[in-house]
Every structure is written in C-alpha cells, then in structure tokens.
C-alpha cells in the first residue's frame, strides 16, 4: 500500500463523502487516478463504503455479551447462529478467559430485556459463563454499521434460539420480536 493510498484512506475515514476531485486537489493527483486507487482498495478489500448509523439518534440501545465457548464446534455454531441477526453490530472470536464477544442493539428497555434474557447468546449451547454490559454513553466511534431495516423477513428469527410466536414476552407485547421475523411489531 503506498502513501497515497494510506492518505486516500485517510481522508475517507474522516470524510466518507469527501468527492474523488476534492481527494485528487488535496494529493496533487486527478481524480481519475484517485478512483482507481480507490477502486483497488475496495477490490482487494481494505476499504469498503457504505453508510454508518448513529444508535443514540435512532434511541438504540446497546449490549455488549462476553462469553466462555466451550469448544470449537460450539463455538462455529454459535457464529452460524448468529450472524444473520438483525440485532447484531459486531461479533468476534477473542482471545482469553471469554472467547467470545458480541454487541448488539436494542429499541429499548424491553427489548433489552428479552436479549438477556430469553433469546440471548447466554442460552447457547456450550457457554460456560458469560457477562452483560448495558452500555451508558458511546463517546467513540459514534456512528457505526448496523444493519437494522431489513428487508428480508423469516418465519422464524434466523438465530434458531427462539421462536417469537411462541415466546412468552412477544405475546404479552413486551418485546416486538426479532426484525427479521415476518411478524415483527418493531420500528426497525
């Protein structure tokens, strides 16, 4: 990676509308030449463009889960199981006594509820332990992908750990369900 692609880089990190000419005036290169680089990059996958949320804007929630996997297998199934969920902002292997973190995103104090709760990763198979930490203020960074207005809709929640129509808090209209489930009663 050259110099130039480390400023190109750079600059979209801290303007990820910043336009190829005004990156091209600041090099000292056309913006031809930056939309190539640029094109390069996203290609071989060190940038990727797309637009980040702000959770205190949209009133989300955040909940940040460590667990303990037990093994390997438990683990691979876990991330199968939850990657497809519409709640989930990040999901990681650590390294460590928890090997295991997720954060995820909540419309409110119910909902939050049922995530640590009910159709939680703590439910899993082959958790040993785990933590819940409701976060206070995200001071960094402040925007963040989320992929919360989905279009696809399941007729079960695609973590296979709960089924909203027969969870006792979706039919007492304490928690909307997941946003992916067809009959979701949320804003997301």
Known sequence: MSGIDKKIISM????????????????GVTHVAVGKRLNRLVQEGYVRVQGLLSPDKLGLKLVLIFAEVESPQDMQKLVENFKECPRMVFLAT?????????????????VLESITSICCIRRAKGIRR???????????????????????????????????????????NKCPGCPAFEGYRGWL
């Open 130 to 172: 785990s933590d819940v930490m409701i976060i206070g203020e995200l001071i960094r960074p402040n925007h963040m992908p989320m992929e919360i207005f989905v279009e696809k809709r399941y007729k079960k929640p695609p973590c296979k750990y709960v089924d909203c129509e027969t969870c006792p808090r979706y039919l007492d």
């Open 94 to 110: 650590l390294m460590g006594g928890y090997n295991f973190i997720a954060l995820m995103i909540a419309e409110g104090k119910e």
């Open 12 to 27: 979209l990190t801290k303007d990820g509308r910043i336009s190829l000419t005004d990156m091209g005036r600041a090099l």
